[in-house]
């Protein structure tokens, strides 16, 4: 009989968001006239911006006649998309791309899963705790974490960068030899960010100990603070040390949609086994040419009207909105005096669950009580422990009666 | 500095088609007034059918609306489309199936690309020669190739089994010891087929060999012939041996637009180290809900469109289109005695080149004085060599006038 990949048995139960949605199922069949409000999974609910809308119909539209049909688009992505990118995104910031350094996809989910593939087996990767789940099982599924401790609730070979409220979710640097390093500003699941010039820090400290930084602003739309960087590329060098992930599904409400991309510097190199320099642009591009296809034509013109005039002043009404309700759940959780971070420069709210209890615990008492879904912040690993997640994709609505709920919690 | 995934380094030369498009512009750059046709990459021209235009209206009047707005949806796809899938697709040629074991995607591409990740480094895999080059590629990239051999044009671990006019583009079975096996029918590149009989031969062998079957079947749609299958489910046990990749791309037009699905029967098992059984369809399950996020409710709108009513007339005059132009070159190229084969029961036309001129040489000598882009069999492995394959998905037009200047060809 065909044999497995071994390594997938290594993998800790289910993906957390599936067993988020079975045990929400469960509730609702023993309570089928409870409302649930969902703050758990970090998907947006507001509909698409009408500039979105209206590319979508016109590109629709052209795949109905022979003259304006579209098949297959390069791997890469459209250029008319990718130089929207780059001026918007970047030029903006006084950051310089060449096309070819912006890889479309059809998702960052995707992208962060993919990019292990380009690295030796033999890497040693370094992750936030709490983090992303699909950084450290990607990196599982590949054979890089070695054996799971139940008791630390830990993988041996991961090298786990600690983000608590002593340290203000703002990790230490590794004191071993990593390769990869995973960073997620502004972080999910903490919602915390770095100034530039923490940011800095890890720039450097990848440059003089040659390791990589795998870093994921897929919230970038929702940075505030004026000292908040935008891109890593914002910090000096950074290109050669950084591959910088982006999505639309935040910043213009695309989960459903699909799009997203990553930028790869032609000036980032890596070493094969003989110590040559290799370039890590063109490994993506062969790994991307390969098994990829590029994203749908109708969803690429959707998503270059973001950066119309209109489409622009769209999203901008989108993430405002998203960020009041942020404001409001800070300020009514934290007005119950529990323990409230982020939420300022990103759409998630990370609690310190009250009286010491568990995350799970807290998630079966906020369903059950509250009749609210939440995300265990222990789920993201050891680190959030005790901690919760709160999103603020809700309707205006709902979060509103979200935190009145909480405030009627027995706590 | 971080160290790649030196398997990279194995892979031989640019994608296929990346070489293709290279020539190409260099010649248009040299030739400005050359009108070329391109008959080469299998990119159809057709615009999408009504039904699909309609439905993607549709659902993109869905996003612009709070109430009926779509954000991630499930990993596997939607039910509404897994329904037609299985209604249509299996449960009308006999075949039962349940929704979980049909994942909806964005490309084959992706699916044959990614789909080895879930099975064991050490897995031996078969491939047809001539063959699709992403069966190949992704193997090399996950390391289980072994060193390429130039001389040969293969790589040592990898199982090839010819494919050639003398056994009439059908393969023997291995030889030796093979954990996965790819199999394409209807063919690319050769565009042959396997009748009911035949396809039995190799799920009874894969069933005494502990092996497993992955049979893409992307150009089913283009099945003429009343003995050739349809489905490899169509064989009795093949659930238990085989995956079955289906693609929309050339059954609906929808290379640009972007949507497949993969049949993983749940009775299909693998091993793991100690032997025990493993359901592959649960890996595959844990591999998509990591690192996929499931196709754009818009597309999968317009997807479930092609199995109404209309949308079956409208894709079953699309094929019939393409089949014509198949036709046409058939008769016109084997007119000037040259060997045809496929163009039967799926949209490619395999072609001995003249002279026992390599297909390269055949390539620049049709772009040259033809001003045709047809694809090199030796791009699809060693047994294509001295082949050379054309579709059938260009226009009408171009597809007669490619004829006319086929026949002017100096031979």
Known sequence: ????????????????????AKRRTKFIQDNPQAAIISLGIGDVTRPLPEAVIRSLHDAVDEMADAQSFRGYGPEQGYDFLIEEIIKHDYAAHGIQLSNNEVFVSDGSKCDVGNIQEIFSLDSIIAVQDPVYPVYVDSNVMAGRSGDYNKTSNRYENIVYLPCNAENNFKPELPTQKVDLIYLCYPNNPTGMTLTKDELKVWVDYAREHNCIL???SAYEAYIQEKDVPHSIYEIEGAKEVAIEFRSLSKTAGFTGTRCAYVVVPRELKARDEEGNEVTVNDLWNRRQTTKFNGVSYITQKGAAAIFSDAGKLQIATLVDYYMTNAAIIREGISSLGIEVYGGVNAPYIWLKTPNGMGSWEFFDKLLSEANIVGTPGVGFGQNGQGYFRLTAFGSRENTEKAVDRFKKLSL
Do not use: H
């Open 1 to 20: 009989m065909a044999k497995i990949n071994q390594n997938y048995l290594q993998l800790q139960g289910s993906y957390l968001f599936s067993e988020i």
């Open 214 to 216: 795998l870093f994921d």
